[in-house]
């Protein structure tokens, strides 16, 4: 059964599953809490997996004024689902944008923050410009589904399975194009100065062949973040939790293992 909460008169749509510390996952522009589907079934046997879809995607309201969304409004809905559901805290994952709100979480509510797990993100906007030109054009000129096979060409490495394709490309199709083009639009987020006030254990997760967000990316974070543990996946895109299922929960369940059985103690990696 659908589960809500509500927040500034807007529906924010999440799930829940299995029982244990809380583990919250954080999707990207244009996903929804099923690309999640394979870490919710791996960690639900020894966590309380919290998944929401972010306001603007899934089945979370879609407001039409540009001002409802940003990384503050996210990270806030974040933090009402927590304390409506009368949790003191959580480990927090987020990927691409979800990585934003998951930073700004972080800064916000760092009482309310076990660990932070960065995936394929950056501590600022930085997508490649010939990138987002390219999908700004599509935009303007196809429909979402034309659109959606840009996306999933992008995020993707080469030698995808035609399933997997067909599952990116479908996800990304179902969007509310309104909502997406607010967000992809208006969106703006610089947090790199403030990061060092993070003192919870930091992994970070990225990619060998993502070009939506390069390893760059990371490697700013952990200037300012060297305690950060930098685990990188080979052979994978910008969606490693989809791409790479098995590996990506191997390197988050033993981050996580660590971190319980070493008092919270963070390691270079």
Known sequence: MPRFITRD??????RRSGDGPPLIFLHGLGAHLSCWR????FFSAQYTVLLLDLRGFGESDKPRDSRAYGVKSFAEDVHQLLVRLKMPGAHLVGTSMGGYVAEQFALEYPEKVKSLVLCNTACRRQVPPELLRARLEALERSDMSRYARLVASQALAPGASDALIAEVTEMIASNDRAAYETVIRSLTFDVCEQLASIRVPVLL????EDIVMPLDRLREIRRWLPQARLEIIERCGHLPYMERPDVFNQILASFLAEISHGGGRDKSG
């Open 9 to 14: 008169g807007l529906s924010i749509h999440y």
């Open 38 to 41: 394979h870490q919710e079934a």
């Open 205 to 208: 997760i990225g990619c060998d």
